[in-house]
């Protein structure tokens, strides 16, 4: 793949943390992506690296710390980036930091950490798309797997039975109701607000709502999260070690292409790829 732009990368290790393989390899791969890479070398200060950021003009700094210092030397260099006007430069992290310490270093100001297992590969495409939001360049796909949670689907006996406790004791509002042969359900459509629910009741025993049942009762069967391109995500799913249950789309509810990813790859989660685009652009 040829970039849009040579996008420049300081790759720094800040603090006392004397161990710079990570940084060396992250180095390499970024340079193998088509970046241009500078690194600052060991036991940096936050104000040396906002300077070499600032003289190498670089779009993006990568920070690694595997020292545990990384709440107070990654937010100085966000200081100091804003403190000279260059709060433009993309500041991202990795190294041994506990997921507990995410949510405050991303606050404050750090777009992203990458924890450790992280593929190289995954570092670069989220700074080249982070570059290229910045300045207004289009990129030749869309990177993001999920957009949203588009429904979440829950089974049940009867709809007949179970759609006065959503309108009537929740007082949601039903959007419709629609058989679906092909997979041997009735689905109701529930509008909560902010997510829709999807019930389904099976209309025969070869369903796999009624085997579900079967095995486990009535209850949530599984999050469908909304894609566009769903033959380009099953592709990445895959890729990143994924089994899916469908390796190709099929219909769906409501229009759309639908494909599962099988629990046993998704922390025990039944999740469904479901892809409206071709519904939404008519």
Same mark, same amino acid.
């Given at each position: ?81 804003? &403190? +000279? !006007? =260059?709060?433009?430069?993309? $500041?991202?992290? @990795? ?6 310490? #995410?949510?405050? /270093? ?108 079967? &095995? +486990? !009762? =009535?209850?949530?069967?599984? $999050?469908?999260? @909304? ?6 995500? #099953?592709?990445? /799913? ?45």
């Amino acid at each position: 793949m040829k970039m849009k732009k040579k996008i420049r990368v300081l790759i720094a290790k800040p603090g006392l943390d004397g161990h710079d393989r990570g940084a060396l390899i992250i180095s390499q791969a970024l340079r193998d992506y088509g970046m241009e890479v500078i690194y600052t070398g060991l036991r940096q200060t936050p104000e040396q690296i906002v300077s070499s950021a600032i003289q190498e003009d670089v779009d993006a700094i990568g920070m690694s710390c595997l020292s545990g210092a990384h709440n107070d030397l990654f937010p100085e260099v966000v200081k100091g980036l804003k &403190k +000279h !006007g =260059a709060e433009e430069i993309i $500041v991202v992290g @990795g190294g041994v930091i506990p997921w507990e310490d #995410i949510p405050f /270093l991303e606050e404050q100001g750090v777009q992203k950490i990458f924890t450790p297992g992280t593929p190289s590969i995954e570092t670069a495409k989220y700074i080249e798309k982070a570059v290229y939001k910045r300045d207004g360049i289009g990129l030749d796909e869309d990177l993001e797997l999920v957009k949203k949670i588009d429904h979440i689907g829950i089974a049940v006996n009867s709809l007949d039975e179970s759609i006065p406790f959503y309108l009537e004791v929740l007082q949601l509002k039903l959007e419709g109701i629609e058989e679906v042969p092909s997979e041997s359900v009735k689905v109701a459509f529930i509008n909560a607000g902010n997510i829709r629910l999807e019930l389904l009741e099976p209309t025969n025993e070869k369903s796999s709502i009624h085997t579900f049942i079967e &095995k +486990h !009762g =009535a209850g949530i069967h599984h $999050v469908a999260l @909304g894609v566009a391109n769903i033959e380009q995500r #099953i592709k990445e /799913l895959k890729k990143k070690g994924i089994t899916m249950i469908h390796n190709t789309p099929k219909s769906g509810a409501g229009g759309a292409e639908i494909a599962f990813m099988h629990p046993k790859s998704t922390q025990g989660v039944l999740y469904e790829l479901c892809d409206k685009s071709s519904k939404e652009s008519q």
